[in-house]
């Protein structure tokens, strides 16, 4: 019960103080450290701590290149993601739950807006970044969850050893 209420009111917070139509400018706040949500997956990374970057490409095929990516416990790497399409992507890190969670709800609010530090945010043409720090060993996704394309396949994987 006190999931369905959850889902409930995220839902219909979202309906009314969000909009993710491809022309909407994302801005993430600078990093700031007392305000790094710790997650199963780890934490926004601190961009002076980065370790090394990763450059991924997302296309209108609905795939990532790389699409599995392995990375150290603890480290701090940068996603440089690129979108080498004609229509907006975004690559968004986390569990398979909660990935599958998240494009069920872009699926029925396709035009919210959100900005963690998990999450990019691409234009056509354009290229967007992720700072993280992997901080538990394990295995985790990363996706574009706009309508269709989670679904199309465009998923990837984060195996951190």
């Known amino acids: 019960m006190k999931t369905t209420l959850a ?12 909009a993710h139509g491809d022309a909407h ?18 934490r926004a990374g601190d961009p002076r701590q980065v370790i090394r970057t990763i450059r991924l490409d997302m296309t209108d095929a609905f795939r990532f290149t790389p699409a599995d990516i392995t990375v150290k416990r603890g480290e701090t790497v940068k996603f440089v993601v ?20 998240h494009a069920d709800m872009m699926r029925r609010f396709p035009d919210m807006e959100h900005a963690d530090a998990n999450m990019a945010h691409v234009k056509p043409g354009a290229k967007g970044e992720i700072v993280w720090q992997f901080t538990q060993a ?9 309508p269709g394309h989670y679904e199309a396949g465009m998923v990837g994987k984060v195996v951190v050893k």
Do not use: I
Request: proline fraction near 2%; charge should be positive; hydrophobic fraction near 45%.
């Open 7 to 18: 889902w409930a009111l995220l839902a219909w917070s979202a309906s009314a103080a969000f």
């Open 25 to 42: 400018k994302v801005n993430k706040p600078s990093f700031d450290a007392s305000k790094v949500e710790q997650r199963v997956f780890g």
């Open 82 to 101: 690129a979108n080498r399409g004609k229509v907006l992507h975004e690559m968004v890190l986390g569990t398979t739950e909660d990935l599958k969670a």
């Open 138 to 146: 394990g295995e985790y996704q990363f996706a574009c969850l706009l």
